[in-house]
């Protein structure tokens, strides 16, 4: 070959190897939705087909599936869950809340007030069979009902504002229009996040004051075979200073309360907790069950989320009950929490073991002063 051949060909291949490098340099880095197709193509191989997109383009309905059923994809930034896109548990449980747990939410509630207006109906107020007896006797003292009040007026306004959360839009919003819906709502959410303070000091209190007369004893169940004497008149059970009833109460209140606490906790400060992925690692090791664990963060908050508004639901259900009873339903109730003076004929009827207690206490106390010497 002349010496003008072997020139040509040297440049020729010179410029085909610099056509090859800036191509080399140039190249498009693989597109997200290219990288993801991959991966899912390598993750997912439909029957049959060979890993790696040896078949072709996967189709983009396929793709999207895949990425709606939380298939991750690859990022470069240091967070790592950017590379999902779809968090389709997070769909599952908008669909939940929104759906059955609304639903039956309000179907229960409504339950509720419909029995104790039946019951009302029905059974009337519940009287002092022997009249007033113008005596009183102090029932709770005034840091008990401080306690008492505290949990109650939190739990209360803390309701409302949950409820409002659940049902607002549909209830509230229609009626005040969204200027004032959207400031209610503002501000029932500032309540709720602080007032849980409230509601945890008022249930540590009542815990620490009555958890002693709210041990179950033997007079319970002579107070649970009359049914508390609630469907008859003149049946009076003895009983201590709570009765059966009071008494499934109080711990209703203190472990539906506690759980309403801890999954608020986990709300108000998200993803610092794991109760749902620790109690489920506990039920898999103690019963044997296969309960998904441990959980992603994002779910960890989904099902703290559920649990508090059941939980929370369940309670009002509870505390309706209890407030029917405490105020219209009975009839010199409601001043044990009023004054914390309660009619002596209203206190043998229902707590008569208490009364006995209190006077033996009293009694002692004056032969005691009675027995001092005098100076
Ligand atoms: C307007 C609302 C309420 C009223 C009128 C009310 C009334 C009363 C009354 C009168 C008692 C004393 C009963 C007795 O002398 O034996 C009582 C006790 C009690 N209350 Fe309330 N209450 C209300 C709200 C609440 C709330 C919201 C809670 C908890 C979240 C609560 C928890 C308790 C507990 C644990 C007791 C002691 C156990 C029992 O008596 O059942 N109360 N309440």
């Given at each position: 070959?002349?010496?003008?051949?072997?020139?040509?060909?040297?440049?020729?291949?010179?410029?085909?190897a610099?056509?090859?490098?800036?191509?080399?340099?140039?190249?498009?880095?693989?597109?997200?939705?290219?990288?993801?197709?991959?991966?899912?193509?390598?993750?997912n191989?439909?029957?049959?087909?060979?890993?790696?997109n040896?078949?072709?383009?996967?189709?983009?309905?396929?793709?999207?599936?895949?990425?709606?059923h939380g298939?991750?994809?690859n990022?470069?930034i240091?967070?790592?869950?950017?590379?999902?896109?779809?968090?389709?548990?997070?769909?599952?449980?908008?669909?939940?809340?929104n759906?059955p747990?609304?639903l039956?939410?309000?179907?229960?509630?409504?339950?509720?007030?419909?029995?104790?207006?039946?019951?009302?109906?029905?059974?009337?107020?519940?009287?002092?069979?022997?009249?007033?007896?113008?005596?009183t006797?102090t029932?709770?003292?005034?840091?008990?009902?401080?306690?008492h009040?505290?949990?109650a007026?939190?739990f209360?306004?803390?309701?409302?504002?949950?409820?409002?959360?659940m049902y607002?839009?549909?209830?509230?919003?229609?009626?005040?229009?969204p200027?004032?819906f959207g400031?209610?709502?503002?501000?029932g959410?500032?309540?709720?996040?602080?007032?849980?303070?409230?509601?945890?000091?008022?249930?540590?209190?009542?815990?620490?004051?009555?958890?002693?007369?709210n041990?179950?004893?033997?007079?319970?169940?002579?107070?649970?075979?009359?049914?508390?004497?609630?469907f008859?008149?003149?049946?009076?059970?003895?009983?201590?200073?709570?009765?059966?009833?009071?008494?499934?109460?109080?711990?209703?209140v203190?472990?539906?309360?506690?759980?309403?606490?801890?999954?608020?906790?986990?709300?108000l400060?998200?993803?610092?907790?794991?109760f749902?992925?620790?109690?489920?690692v506990?039920?898999?090791?103690?019963?044997?069950?296969?309960?998904?664990?441990?959980?992603?963060?994002?779910?960890e908050?989904?099902l703290?989320?559920?649990?508090?508004?059941?939980?929370?639901?369940?309670?009002?259900?509870?505390?309706?009950?209890?407030?029917?009873?405490?105020?219209?339903?009975?009839?010199?109730?409601?001043?044990?929490?009023?004054?914390?003076?309660?009619?002596?004929?209203?206190?043998?009827?229902?707590?008569?073991?208490w009364?006995?207690?209190?006077?033996?206490?009293?009694s002692?106390?004056?032969?005691?002063?009675?027995?001092?010497?005098?100076?």
């Amino acid at each position: 070959m002349s010496g003008r051949g072997i020139q040509v060909r040297n440049c020729l291949s010179g410029f085909a190897a610099l056509l090859l490098a800036i191509a080399f340099v140039i190249s498009p880095e693989p597109s997200f939705a290219q990288q993801t197709r991959d991966t899912v193509q390598q993750e997912n191989p439909v029957e049959g087909q060979v890993p790696g997109n040896t078949l072709g383009e996967a189709s983009d309905t396929d793709l999207w599936r895949d990425i709606r059923h939380g298939v991750t994809g690859n990022v470069s930034i240091p967070d790592k869950k950017a590379g999902t896109l779809v968090q389709s548990e997070g769909e599952l449980w908008r669909s939940l809340r929104n759906g059955p747990l609304a639903l039956y939410a309000s179907w229960a509630m409504l339950g509720m007030i419909v029995l104790l207006c039946l019951f009302f109906a029905i059974r009337g107020r519940i009287r002092i069979d022997h009249g007033m007896s113008g005596v009183t006797i102090t029932r709770f003292n005034g840091f008990e009902r401080f306690g008492h009040w505290m949990l109650a007026t939190s739990f209360i306004v803390l309701a409302l504002s949950g409820l409002n959360v659940m049902y607002g839009r549909y209830l509230l919003l229609p009626l005040i229009g969204p200027e004032a819906f959207g400031f209610v709502t503002l501000m029932g959410k500032y309540l709720h996040n602080y007032l849980a303070f409230a509601f945890m000091a008022g249930l540590a209190i009542i815990f620490i004051m009555w958890v002693r007369h709210n041990l179950p004893n033997r007079t319970d169940v002579k107070w649970v075979l009359v049914a508390g004497g609630l469907f008859s008149k003149n049946v009076h059970p003895p009983a201590k200073k709570f009765n059966a009833g009071q008494k499934v109460i109080f711990w209703l209140v203190i472990l539906c309360g506690v759980s309403i606490s801890l999954s608020g906790w986990a709300l108000l400060f998200p993803f610092t907790t794991h109760f749902f992925s620790d109690t489920f690692v506990l039920a898999n090791n103690l019963f044997g069950t296969e309960l998904p664990a441990p959980l992603a963060p994002i779910q960890e908050q989904q099902l703290n989320s559920l649990w508090h508004s059941i939980m929370a639901v369940f309670l009002i259900c509870v505390i309706l009950a209890h407030i029917y009873i405490g105020s219209i339903g009975m009839e010199g109730a409601f001043d044990a929490m009023g004054s914390g003076e309660v009619d002596l004929n209203w206190a043998k009827e229902h707590h008569s073991l208490w009364v006995e207690e209190v006077e033996q206490k009293e009694s002692g106390a004056a032969s005691r002063g009675a027995a001092q010497p005098a100076e």
